[in-house]
């Protein structure tokens, strides 16, 4: 009899066993396919063509749908910068390396009729000094964003979308954005730029729109 119970006690215990093993297999592979990821910082990084393969990119949520902006719909109206639930808006402009000329003369870069081609204050289109240029060999320059001095105005991006190859554009950097229901962004966006992706593609990358 206690054989009996030992075996049946153990077979349920098992079992117990089993079923949670699935359980939290399921619940890992649906997790893993939820996971948000936010852009690369490495210098060079093109606009991140796997994140899952990439080493350098950080899980930052576990969300269904997050927002997102059209770059082929975005008029660059400044309102990111200005509506963003957040002090420093989660709007960030971003480089798609591939599409830029890596002009000398970038208009993203320098204000219309700068007095220099250099690196002062004054000639910059960018008002918080987000943007570094890097010299590559003549006459080429390669642009790179610190994400952390961008408010998202978007004045860049409408130098580099009028001028230039359109290479710059804004996007919303899951790695700070608090995923509100209701973005109050998206509520004064002109454009309807503003959307709701699937979280396992989180951004619309120009290159990749393409
Ligand atoms: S509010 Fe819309 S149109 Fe204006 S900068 Fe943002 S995404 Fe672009
Ligand atoms: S969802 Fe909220 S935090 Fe994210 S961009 Fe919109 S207002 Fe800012
Ligand atoms: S010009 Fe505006 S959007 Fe462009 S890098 Fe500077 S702060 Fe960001």
């Known amino acids: 009899m206690s054989i009996f119970f030992n075996r049946r006690s153990f077979l349920r215990t098992c079992g117990r066993s089993a079923i949670l093993g699935c359980a939290s297999i399921i619940a890992g592979i649906l997790l893993t ?94 008002p918080t000094g987000a943007i570094k240029r890097k010299f590559i060999e003549d006459p080429y320059f390669e642009y790179h964003i610190e994400e952390e001095l961008c408010n998202g105005c978007g004045k860049c991006v409408k130098g580099c979308n009028t001028f230039g190859n359109g290479s710059l554009h804004l996007q919303v950097s899951h790695d700070l954005c608090v995923n509100c229901n209701e973005c109050s962004i998206a509520k004064a966006c002109p454009t309807n730029a503003f959307v709701r992706v699937p979280a396992d593609k989180p951004y619309m990358f120009k290159h990749e729109l393409a």
């Open 33 to 126: 396919r939820r996971q948000i990821h936010a852009p690369c910082e490495k210098q060079s990084c093109s606009g991140c063509i796997s994140y899952r393969k990439c080493k350098h990119t950080r899980k930052v949520s576990n969300e269904t749908f997050v927002w997102q902006i059209n770059p082929n719909k975005c008029v660059q109206c400044g309102q990111c910068a200005t509506h963003c639930v957040l002090n420093l808006s989660a709007v960030k402009c971003v480089h798609s390396y591939s599409m830029c000329g890596y002009c000398k003369l970038c208009f993203g870069y320098f204000q219309p009729g700068a007095n220099a081609l250099n690196e002062g204050a004054e000639n910059q289109v960018c």
